[in-house]
T-cell receptor, first 111, second 112 residues
Framework: DVKVTQSSRYLVKRTGEKVFLECVQD?????MFWYRQDPGLGLRLIYF???????EKGDIPEGYSVSREKKERFSLILESASTNQTSMYLC??????????FGSGTQLSVL | GEDVEQSLFLSVREGDSSVINCTYT??????LYWYKQEPGAGLQLLTY?????DMKQDQRLTVLLNKKDKHLSLRIADTQTGDSAIYFC????????????FGSGTKLNVKP
């Protein structure tokens, strides 16, 4: 089975802090994604990557950046965390864009 | 992104059938999906259907696709309390295979 691992299940940070969310997949998938999930809004795509060092903006990239130095790892960076970035963050990966496999999520609270 | 819409809540009794509905707007969808999210967990792929199919059945799950009306449904037969979760409808678009568009999720509550 595909495994997508997010390094933290819960994170609490202060406004203005730099925050790193890490995601690792073990199936050599080319495509990796970061979503945020908010009640009533479903999943919104922040960034995705289709290859090492390649990245594309999703629907809500403002306030975020990403890094993909190795194929298996995709990091989401909040340069200066704000309270409106309190959310559940979900990482996913896919091969050939057919099926998405998700990690268990990181619940981030920004105080 | 594309519009994928679902009702927010559904409540059924244990043993009844549940039907969760979804509408989407992009006629160039390639695949349509149903994901399940249990409390505090990520999304788990339940089933998916290729856009040129009308129906797919997998044990207690039946997916129906009406491409003309852009309507997708998930029927869960003999619903159990363990089926309580949020169910997300999603589509992938033919001209952008890397993007998936999700609905807001339907929270299914199964009463014993």
């Amino acid at each position: 089975d595909v495994k997508v691992t997010q390094s933290s299940r819960y994170l609490v940070k202060r406004t203005g802090e730099k925050v790193f969310l890490e995601c690792v997949q073990d199936m050599d998938h080319e495509n990796m994604f970061w979503y945020r999930q908010d009640p009533g809004l479903g999943l919104r795509l922040i960034y995705f990557s289709y290859d090492v060092k390649m990245k594309e903006k999703g629907d809500i990239p403002e306030g975020y950046s990403v890094s993909r130095e190795k194929k298996e790892r995709f990091s989401l960076i909040l340069e200066s965390a704000s309270t409106n970035q309190t959310s559940m963050y979900l990482c996913a990966s896919s091969q050939s864009g057919v099926k998405l496999f998700f990690g268990s999520g990181t619940q981030l609270s920004v105080l | 992104g594309e519009d994928v819409e679902q009702s927010l809540f559904l409540s059924v009794r244990e043993g009844d059938s549940s039907v969760i509905n979804c509408t989407y707007t992009d006629s160039s969808s390639t695949y349509l999906y149903w994901y399940k999210q249990e409390p505090g967990a990520g999304l788990q792929l339940l089933t998916y259907i290729f856009s040129n199919m009308d129906m797919k059945q997998d044990q207690r799950l039946t997916v129906l696709l009406n491409k003309k009306d852009k309507h997708l449904s998930l029927r869960i037969a003999d619903t159990q309390t363990g089926d309580s979760a949020i169910y997300f409808c999603a589509e992938s678009i033919a001209d952008n295979f890397n993007k998936f568009y999700f609905g807001s999720g339907t929270k299914l509550n199964v009463k014993p």
